[in-house]
């Protein structure tokens, strides 16, 4: 499968999902907020997959931070039924869906935090890169927590929904955590397979 077809046939799929997140969701603002990420995501990738392709790789991973934001944000993160069924079966109190999202935050923008840099600069794998890309992982985390703040602050009605607490008072600090363990994971487990397909690239 050629490259260009490749793409095609994630960005058709991410479409697909949010057609269907988009027909009935549980509250249509926190749809709108929970879903700008990949909006803006499109926004980007379309017009520069010519002029600047990524990795199969990146984009793979891009496809499937869009379908978790899709699927949260049509059912809410606190009521996504898989969430539900694992929180039934551990015998949880909450609904940790919110918690792949934030994992993922991390383990996706990993990814092409460092395909941006090896590509662009002069740095190489090593410890410098792990610690920019860990860097830079944590602030996107960090920004998207003072997002979640900032709507909580200006729409009380849309903030229970779009922040996803359920009344665990470290939610924030849980989130942020997360995302350093996906980021820290995606360096450890895909930085060899990412350089071979950065290598087969430029």
């Not at 090896?118 to 985390?141: D, E, I, K, M, Q």
Request: hydrophobic residues 50%; charged residues 15%.
């Amino acid at each position: 499968m050629s490259d260009a077809y490749y793409r095609l046939v994630l960005m058709v799929s991410v479409l697909a999902v949010l057609l269907w997140s988009a027909i009935g969701p549980h509250d249509r603002v926190t749809w709108w907020l929970e879903t700008a990420p990949v909006w803006a995501g499109l926004a980007v990738l379309i017009p520069s997959h010519q002029r600047f392709p990524l990795t199969r790789l990146a984009y793979t991973l891009i496809a499937v931070h869009m379908l978790i934001l899709c699927v949260g944000g049509h059912y809410t993160y606190a009521l996504v039924p898989a969430g539900e069924w694992v929180r039934d079966m551990v015998d949880g109190t909450r609904n940790n869906y919110d918690k792949l999202g934030h994992f993922w935050q991390g383990f996706c923008p990993a990814i092409v935090a460092r395909e941006l840099i090896v590509r662009t600069s002069p740095l190489r794998s090593g410890g410098w890169l792990y610690f920019l890309v860990l860097c830079f992982a944590l602030a996107l985390s960090a920004v998207y927590e003072l997002i979640e703040w900032a709507v909580a602050l200006l729409s009380e009605e849309a903030a229970d929904a779009f922040l996803g607490t359920q009344g665990y008072i470290w939610d924030t600090q849980s989130d942020m955590w997360w995302c350093g363990v996906g980021a820290l994971t995606a360096l450890t487990v895909l930085s060899r397979v990412h350089d071979r397909q950065v290598r087969n690239l430029v």
